[in-house]
């Protein structure tokens, strides 16, 4: 069984920043890769930014140049820093895990970017 706990979501001012941080535990093979992806309302899920246990990144076009994701696998956490908030990334942000060809998720954590 694999848990992940979020934290760091919240209300900031477009242009602000914000941390999101994801922390796993359980059966968690050292081959993974963990990530975050993002839903807003009446809108699909959508990849955000994904890190591979070897550290290779990738990120959603709408995001390149603002967020940068970060792992520590002696902790099983991932961190996304997110800088220069827009409104259109409010969303609810979700941790994600593969691990063992299986995925798990976090519970969401609200991002909301407004004046």
């Known amino acids: 069984q694999v848990q992940l706990v979020e934290s760091g979501g919240g209300l900031v001012q477009p242009g602000g920043s914000l941390r999101l941080s994801c922390a796993a535990s359980?059966?968690?093979?050292?081959?993974?890769?963990m990530g975050w992806y993002r839903q807003a309302p009446g809108k699909q899920r959508e990849l955000v930014a994904g890190?591979?246990?070897?550290?290779?990144?990738n990120y959603a076009d709408s995001v390149k140049g603002r967020f940068t994701i970060s792992r520590d696998n002696a902790k099983n956490t991932v961190n996304l820093q997110m800088d220069s908030l827009k409104p259109e990334d409010t969303a609810v942000y979700y941790c994600?895990?593969?691990?063992?060809?299986?995925?798990?998720w976090g519970q969401g954590t609200q991002v909301t970017v407004s004046s």
């Open positions: 994600k895990l593969t691990t063992g060809f299986r995925n798990y």
């Open positions: 359980g059966s968690i093979l050292g081959i993974n890769v």
């Open positions: 890190i591979t246990s070897g550290g290779s990144t």
